[in-house]
T-cell receptor, first 116, second 110 residues
Framework: GAGVSQSPRYKVAKRGQDVALRCDPISGHVSLFWYQQALGQGPEFLTYFQNEAQLDKSGLPSDRFFAERPEGSVSTLKIQRTQQEDSAVYLC??????????????FGEGSWLTVV | SQQGEEDPQALSIQEGENATMNCSYKTSINNLQWYRQNSGRGLVHLIL?????REKHSGRLRVTLDTSKKSSSLLITASRAADTASYFCATRLPPRQLTFGSGTQLTVLP
């Protein structure tokens, strides 16, 4: 596709429910990032993949958060036993080359998660 | 935690005026980037300035960087209603990933 595609765009989950958020990066992009953005705040880094390797997961807030990119393309962010504080927009981004140093990264429209 | 702080948090101006947003950050950086986010949308990369650069232009955008003060400014000249959005600065120092500030909400009134 032409851009980074995320699904679902909107998700309402009951507290305690598991959710899975999907990201289709731009074809051929090596790097993939997940960010969490609370209302009125800037995005906060969650995790980074280089191809299928998860090189940095230092931003994942708890062990309820898990991300994978098994074939180096599509990525899934899974949140287990969702809590109200997980309500946020989850942004996926990709870039052609490694890391973010000097490379333009392209963001998807985000998955809006509301936990009730 | 957020690396940068944008100032002001909100800015409202008339169409045709210039808009200036400032960003301060805490640690040494490799580069600083500015992004724009329309309401309910993803972020769009605007401009990148490297740590050894002091000023950069792109169309109606002008970015300055003062590494001694750990600050940057984004100037949008001759603003348009379509410039209404949130603007974020983002910094990177390897091996850390891109770290965003809390943003400035710009409203341009027609």
């Amino acid at each position: 596709g032409a851009g980074v595609s995320q699904s679902p765009r909107y998700k309402v989950a009951k507290r305690g429910q598991d959710v899975a958020l999907r990201c289709d990066p731009i074809s051929g992009h090596v790097s993939l990032f997940w960010y969490q953005q609370a209302l009125g705040q800037g995005p906060e880094f969650l995790t980074y993949f280089q191809n299928e390797a998860q090189l940095d997961k230092s931003g994942l807030p708890s062990d309820r958060f898990f991300a994978e990119r098994p074939e180096g393309s599509v990525s899934t962010l899974k949140i287990q036993r969702t809590q109200q504080e997980d309500s946020a927009v989850y942004l996926c981004a990709s870039s052609l080359r490694l890391g973010t140093g000097g490379n333009t990264i392209y963001f998807g429209e985000g998955s809006w998660l509301t936990v009730v | 935690s957020q690396q940068g702080e944008e100032d002001p948090q909100a800015l409202s101006i008339q169409e045709g005026e210039n808009a200036t947003m400032n960003c301060s950050y805490k640690t040494s950086i490799n580069n600083l980037q500015w992004y724009r986010q329309n309401s309910g949308r993803g972020l769009v990369h605007l401009i990148l300035i490297r740590s050894n650069e002091r000023e950069k232009h792109s169309g109606r955008l002008r970015v300055t960087l003062d590494t001694s003060k750990k600050s940057s400014s984004l100037l949008i000249t001759a603003s348009r209603a379509a410039d209404t959005a949130s603007y974020f600065c983002a910094t990177r120092l390897p091996p850390r990933q891109l770290t965003f500030g809390s943003g400035t909400q710009l409203t341009v009134l027609p």
